[in-house]
């Protein structure tokens, strides 16, 4: 867990460096000047209005409902528990009304922690499965993960909205002396827009290694988490594509990536070797000692996505199954 906080706030620290870099750049080629704390502070403004309205944005787009008293009480029970053994006060519950299975988990900060699941995903696990699932999600709250992939994500936001400004700027000036220099902050802050949001996307994968590993020691079977996986996976490749571009925008909160599933599917068969639609404890354990060469369109594949390569994942829960 602590090479997982390590690596993060080290994302952190790079990130903004890049932003105070261009930040810099633009104040002193424009203005003449270094000091340009009110940049920065105009920054971390617009960074602290996306992450207070973010949760009402995640209930409206996954029109979500949450639990009263009494509704649906073994979910609730496994959300109790879970948070009690991971001790994080208990969130919120609540049940998005889409067909595509999956949960996600999302607030402000861990008093503020919500826990949903789609209608779609209560229809398609085992009880001993959607624990795993719930506690992947769980582990989430409990790593901040939302306040630090919030953090990271307005660093290419920033940078995006600066190239369109010195390439609108620069248009207006190009017989000015000071265009050449626009556009060539406008090139490099697009270049580091590219790479940010490279290292935004890797950080989002890192955090989904470590959220597997966080059910695994809440007490649910690695089997049990690969098997619900794996099934999520099956389901997601059923759902018509409508459904699916209703939360492309979203799909960085899901436990897996749903607009993957249809090559996911046909990778993780292998797996599966008694065709029973599930995984069991020796088949994951089997996994363990397999070589998974990823042709270099899966490797390009991972690399632009939110979530870690579905067969490497599975692999990586094997270490952690008990012979």
Known sequence: MLAYKFRMYLLLIVMFAIVYAIVSMVAYGFFGVSDFNFYLVLSLVMMFFQYMIGPKMVEWSMRVRYLNAGEQPELQQMVTELSRQANIPSPRIGISQVS????????????????????????????????????????????????????????????????????????RRRSGSGGNYTILIGLAAFIFYFITNLLVLYASRIREYFADRGSVELGNPAHTLASALYKLVYGSARVPKESLREVEGLKAFFVNDPSRALNELRELRQLDLDHSGSIEADELINVRGKVMNLSFADKLMEILSTHPNMLKRIKQLSSYERV
């Open 100 to 171: 595509l299975p999956n949960a996600f988990a999302f607030g402000r900060w861990k008093s503020d922690g919500r826990v949903c699941v789609t209608e779609g995903i209560l229809r398609l696990l085992e009880p001993e499965e959607l624990r795993a699932v719930l506690g992947h999600e769980i582990t989430h709250l409990k790593n901040r993960d939302v306040l630090t992939i919030t953090l990271l994500s307005v660093i290419p936001m920033i940078l995006y909205r600066i190239f369109w400004n010195m390439m609108f700027f620069s248009n």
